[in-house]
Nanobody, 120 residues
Framework: QVQLVESGGGLVQAGGSLRLSCAVSGRTFSTYAIMGWFRQAPGKEREFVARIWRSSGNTGYGDSVKGRFTISRDNARNSVYLQMNSLKAEDTAVYYC????????????WGQGTKVTVSS
């Protein structure tokens, strides 16, 4: 069974940076080709933030974070990261790491989330 554990959230001032980490465990993790980050702010729907293909490293980003956030992975450490720069108050949310086998199937393994609060 694959498990995802996020860390790195916290309180930061607007304009600052944070780096989120997602540690992955489980024997079947090799079958999951895509890793992603999503976020959910209070009273809002879950929003796609970024995704990365584990083998190629190809990435994709949501429009609201393009140019500010960077997703990366370390396959040797079974970890995925989200570097968040130039943070804004509207980035405040619970951030979730997710794993999926294919884009069409979608993300079906989720972490418990880590809270990011950006003060203005």
């Amino acid at each position: 069974q694959v498990q995802l554990v996020e860390s790195g959230g916290g309180l930061v001032q607007a304009g600052g940076s944070l780096r989120l980490s997602c540690a992955v465990s489980g024997r079947t993790f090799s079958t999951y080709a895509i890793m992603g980050w999503f976020r959910q702010a209070p009273g809002k729907e879950r929003e796609f933030v970024a995704r990365i293909w584990r083998s190629s490293g190809n990435t994709g980003y949501g429009d609201s974070v393009k140019g500010r956030f960077t997703i990366s992975r370390d396959n040797a450490r079974n970890s995925v990261y989200l570097q968040m720069n130039s943070l804004k108050a509207e980035d405040t949310a619970v951030y979730y790491c997710a794993a999926g086998r294919t884009l069409s199937e979608g993300f079906n393994i989720w972490g418990q989330g880590t809270k990011v609060t950006v003060s203005s």
